[in-house]
């Protein structure tokens, strides 16, 4: 496949009370947005356990996005802080296996921004569209 | 496994963005599907019907369905399902209501997630459920109009109540009212009945001056710690004689009155007559036993010797199945606005309230509060801080329209050569009565209505001079007058985020208590079991706000009926 016509596969996880909650509203109310996020629904966004993205990331996804609620709305009290410092110390990690960070977004998208859910998955795929396929993808790849 | 897949059409919500058709040829033949089928619309009866006897004549072991969100449609096909004796959680739904750019990528979209899902059906562990046999009792946080009516309904349905009120007498901002639209009722004369009758209630056990420190627990089964706050006062004792107000030396400001200048309390007080409970509590920020440790007057004169100084906040815990959350409101900081000076004759409506009580601090003469003179002209100015998302916020406060004319109509009542004059975006009246009454203001008592915004409010020597305009006549408009009232906007009561953490439900963008689905579920939280009543989910008027309390409580009767709740494990999916 030639670069300029490369379409990245995403994973997200994305809570269930807040990220995908947005996700249905966006889609009820008829936002238009790229197809390459593939949602998974998790309970929190600090049930993402890291190995999760590490494990998507090595069987060929190209970005993976971890919503959560608004740092202190976390259905569940405090989740979502554990979710940002396991993603911050997961993306030192990324760095050092030469993987760019910039390809594990976490992002806080209330259930009420279907709007925000709709532009950041827009914003996620042209970045990854830039930054071309995920390097590890061909070494591990089936 | 067998799996059978089921597509919904949604009319045509899915199938114009996805080709039905193809998710259907390649899902035929996944490991595992043994039956696929598409209707036109999954959510009606027929179809669930329709599943259920594919389900028996196919043998499926687990059923997928593809229509809207989870969220609304997971549980009546799980329902369905249990019904037929397949584990609830052999019962995914697959959401494929999107709009993308193209059809074809999202087909594409809609048979990968189909087909996880299926995969994700053979890695499933077998379904938990646990039951338990639900704690029947409730309690009720917020001792309001809404908390007061949700505690009568329970209790007189035959369930124990704990009642947790902060300050010390139940009641809430409904008992600082004058008189209540449309109907001029006092609440003194309507609300004081259910009040006693809770105090008086077998069932409900009152815990006034109490705060919830923290929750645990799931539905049927919560621990909720409580925090009694110390009144250096023994409860048990103290019969409310009111004696110790009479000799306390201390005078400050009534938070009751809303600190305007005529309302005073001692040190030792009850914030109102007719508290209920009929109990004292000092204030330790100013009685002077605990300002210069030379004051015991109370304790001296106190006939049962109820005065205890070395009193300290005490704990307990309490075991409850249902949780009601009825917080109220408080109103926006006039500070907050900036069109307006801080000036005593510049007050909100809780303090004009208490000017037209009859048993407020005046009498219901209708003086200003900085120079004791009768006040001879009034402008109202309505949507201060609402409907003003630059400044303020950008809701509507719902009742302020109507207390503004009713604040009029009352205070000619009682000034009969006076002018009111409001000032309005629009008039937002929709209750029963409601529009009449505002018609009844303007002919019967010539309250003025002048439609337009105020741009400026300011002491001019005697008087207050508001500067507006009249976008009807378009003209600019000059009032000097005696007295302003701001119908400042209804904000979420102080403490209610961190009330809403402690129970782990979520607040929306102003902080007023979310519910799990706005329109179609308004009384319930997104945790199972805790509910919501009155002004504490958004601005509302005291019809609406008893009417949310009696549903609420039916939910938590319903709740009680059942002596057995079987319970889900959640786990992702």
Known sequence: ?142 | MRIGIFVCHCSLNVSATIDVEQVIREVTEYPGVVYVEAYEDLCLDPALERIKKSAAEKGLEAVVMTTCSPTTHQQCLRDAMTAVGLPPDYAQVVDIRYDHETMETATRKAIDLLKATVDDLWAKAPPATFSLSPIKRALIIGGGIAGIRAALDIADGGYEVILVEKTSSIGGHMIQLSETFPTLDCPQCIETPWMVDTGQHPNIKMLAYSEVEKVSGCIGNFRVKIRRKAAYVDWDKCNGCGMCMQKCLTSVPAEFDRYINFGQRKAIYKPFAQAVPNKVVIDREHCGHFTTGLCSVCEKICPNEAIDYSQQDSFMEVEVGAIVVATGYELLPKGEIREFEEDPDIIDGLQFERILCPSGPTDGVILRPSDGKVAKEVVFISCVGSRDPEHGLPYCSRVCCMYSVKMAMLYKHAVHDGQAYIFYMDIRVTGKGYEEFVQRAVEENGVLYLRGRVSKVFRDGDKIKVWGVDTLTGKRVEISCDLVVLATAMIPSPGAKELASKLGIATDEYGFMAEIHPKLRPLESAVPGIYLAGTATGPKDIPDAVAQASGAASKVLALFSKDELILEKVAAS
Not at chain 1, 40 to 61: E, K, N
Not at chain 1, 126 to 131: A, G, M, S, V
């Open chain 1, 1 to 142: 496949m030639a670069d300029n016509e490369f379409e990245p596969n995403i994973v997200g996880f994305l809570c269930n009370w807040c990220t995908y909650t947005a996700a249905d509203l966006a889609g009820t109310t008829r936002m238009q947005y790229p197809t390459n996020l593939r949602p998974i629904r998790t309970m929190c966004s600090g049930s993402v356990d890291p190995v999760y993205v590490i494990r998507a990331l090595l069987s060929g996804a190209d970005g993976v996005l971890v919503g959560g609620c608004h740092p202190g709305d976390c259905h569940y009290v405090s989740g979502n802080y554990k979710a940002r410092r396991r993603i911050t110390i997961l993306k030192t990690i990324l760095n050092t296996l030469g993987l760019e960070d910039e390809r594990v977004w976490l992002r806080w998208i209330s259930a009420a921004e279907g709007r925000k859910f709709a532009d950041t998955v827009s914003k996620f795929t042209e970045e990854l569209r830039k930054q071309g396929p995920n390097p590890v993808k061909k070494y591990w790849s089936t």
